[in-house]
């Protein structure tokens, strides 16, 4: 089991938007069997790419009189690769800067790597929770055989084929599965908007993300969690 490498190209919302999911195709049983995770699995946690609106930057602290070394310092460490931080000798706040900020249609390798604590068998495959994952997936469970998605709140979703839009080829994605969980209990005062999705790509590693507002007993918690890993 090998953790994911650096960086992951990720789909531009333009082509998720315009992808609809699609008929589950043959043998699909054991493709999500061979792409979810074993117990133990090593998994890298990813994030996100994050650059500068570099130009307007500058221009914003020439204008506030900020400190142009410490922009310069700024933009030496962004085309190095590292994810840009706030100096407040820029001369603006950490709110403004951060207005700055510009995601990227990509997926980077943070430091960290878990190991997933999924319980596992024939019929199921069930999420825990470690250090690194925030509380995201526990209690998130898929059945193996339906490929229904069960979440602690307490409601279900049904599993569909995942393909992106064929003509954006921002990330190999090669086949895939995705869940949409909706659902709102107003005597449990629980309720959960998600979408779990599941990639294989084309270098043969696994993407899986999750993303969800949830209630539970009239608690709310909001979550994302992206994982890679290769089985």
Request: hydrophobic share 40%; glycine share 10%.
């Amino acid at each position: 089991m090998k953790a994911a490498p650096v960086l992951f190209p990720l789909l531009t919302l333009t082509a998720l938007a315009a992808t609809a999911p699609s008929p589950l195709p043959g043998g699909w049983q054991g493709k999500l069997a061979a792409m979810l995770p074993l117990p133990g699995q090593s998994a890298t946690v990813l994030t996100r790419g994050v650059t500068l609106a570099s130009v307007e930057l500058g221009r914003r602290v020439a204008t506030v009189g900020g400190d142009r070394a410490a922009y310069e310092d700024l933009i030496a460490e962004v085309s190095r690769g590292a994810t840009p931080e706030y100096n407040e000798r820029l001369g603006i706040s950490r709110e403004e800067f951060k207005r700055y900020l510009v995601f990227q249609p990509t997926l980077v390798a943070t430091a960290k790597t878990v190991r997933l604590p999924v319980t596992r068998d024939s019929a199921r495959v069930m999420f825990g929770d470690v250090a690194g994952l925030g509380g995201v997936l526990k209690g998130v469970s898929i059945d193996l055989r339906s490929g229904d998605m069960t979440t602690p709140e307490g409601f279900t979703a049904k599993i569909a084929a995942f393909k992106p839009n064929p003509t954006d080829r921002t990330l190999d994605v090669r086949s895939g599965f995705q869940w949409k969980i909706r659902g709102n209990d107003i005597k449990t005062f629980s309720g959960i908007n998600g979408t779990l999705n599941l990639w294989l790509l084309g270098s043969g590693q696994i993407v899986l993300t999750y993303e969800r507002n949830s209630m539970i007993r009239n608690v709310t918690s909001k979550g994302e969690i992206m994982l890679g890993y290769t089985r």
